[in-house]
C-alpha cells in the first residue's frame, strides 16, 4: 500500500522544468504545421493511426483507426480526412469533437520505429464529395473526420526501442492472455460462455468491418 504522503507530485512548470530541461531550439523548431512530401508518405504507408479528443471537461479518449494503408485522405497541405468505419456505435470520438474540436492523431507505419504526429481541430462530415475517394470494398462511409492541421511534426523512435515493439520474439504467446469474451463476461458479469461471446465478435468482426 502506498502511502500518498509518500509521493511528491509536480504543479507547476517550473517545478517539472528543474527535472526536465528545457528542449534545443531545434526540438521547438520540429513543426512544421503542414503536410509536406515526407508526411504524406508516411501517412499514405499508414494503415493504423491513433486518434485523441477529449469532451468539453477535458476527459480524454484514444481510440484506434485502421483502413489499408493510403485510406487516410489528405486533401491539401493542410488538411486531412479520416473515415468512419462501422464501430460499438458508441461514438466517443464523435462526441467529443461536438463539445471540443482539438484533435490528436499519430500515425504508425509497421516496422517503422518513428511516428507522425499531428494536432488539429476537427469537423464531422456526413457528406462530401470526398467521401468518394473513402470508400473501401464497395462501402462509402456514413460519416467523416476532416481536420484542419496545426501541428505536425516526427516523433522519434526512442518509445518503439524501449518497446521492441516489432521484435516478434518479444510478443507473448496469445494463447497466454485472455480473449476478448472471456474479458466480456468478468467485466459485465455475464452468464453467457466466454467461448458463445468469443464466437459471435469472430463473426461480427469477419462480416461487418465495412
Same mark, same amino acid.
Given at each position: 500500500m502506498v502511502n500518498p504522503s509518500d509521493i511528491r507530485t509536480v504543479t507547476t512548470e517550473a517545478e517539472l522544468r528543474e527535472i526536465v530541461k528545457e528542449p534545443s531550439r531545434s526540438i521547438w523548431e520540429k513543426d512544421i504545421a503542414r503536410i509536406d512530401e515526407h508526411a504524406r508518405t508516411i501517412i499514405a504507408h499508414s494503415p493504423f493511426v491513433l486518434l485523441s479528443t477529449a469532451n468539453a471537461d477535458g476527459i480524454c479518449d484514444v481510440s484506434p483507426r485502421g483502413d489499408p494503408a493510403g485510406s487516410v485522405l489528405v486533401l491539401d &497541405?493542410? @488538411?486531412l480526412v479520416l473515415a468512419d468505419r462501422p464501430g460499438n456505435h458508441r461514438v466517443d470520438s464523435?462526441?467529443?469533437v461536438l463539445e471540443n474540436p482539438h484533435v490528436g492523431l499519430l500515425f504508425i507505419v509497421p516496422g517503422m520505429n518513428e511516428t507522425l504526429r499531428v494536432n488539429g481541430r476537427a469537423t464531422l462530415v456526413s457528406d #462530401?464529395?470526398?467521401l468518394d475517394d473513402l470508400v473501401v470494398r464497395?462501402? @462509402?462511409p456514413r460519416l467523416a473526420l476532416l481536420v484542419d492541421v496545426e501541428e505536425l511534426y516526427m516523433h522519434c523512435a526512442k518509445a518503439f526501442l524501449r518497446s521492441s515493439l516489432w521484435d516478434t520474439t518479444t510478443w507473448p504467446d496469445r494463447g497466454s492472455l485472455p480473449t +476478448?469474451? @472471456?474479458i466480456a463476461k468478468d467485466h459485465m458479469g455475464l452468464k453467457v460462455a466466454a467461448e458463445?461471446? &468469443?464466437a459471435g +465478435? #469472430? +463473426?461480427d468482426a469477419k462480416t461487418n468491418q465495412y
Open positions: &497541405d493542410h @488538411r464523435f462526441r467529443n #462530401a464529395p470526398f464497395g462501402k @462509402r +476478448l469474451g @472471456r458463445e461471446i &468469443d +465478435l #469472430a +463473426l
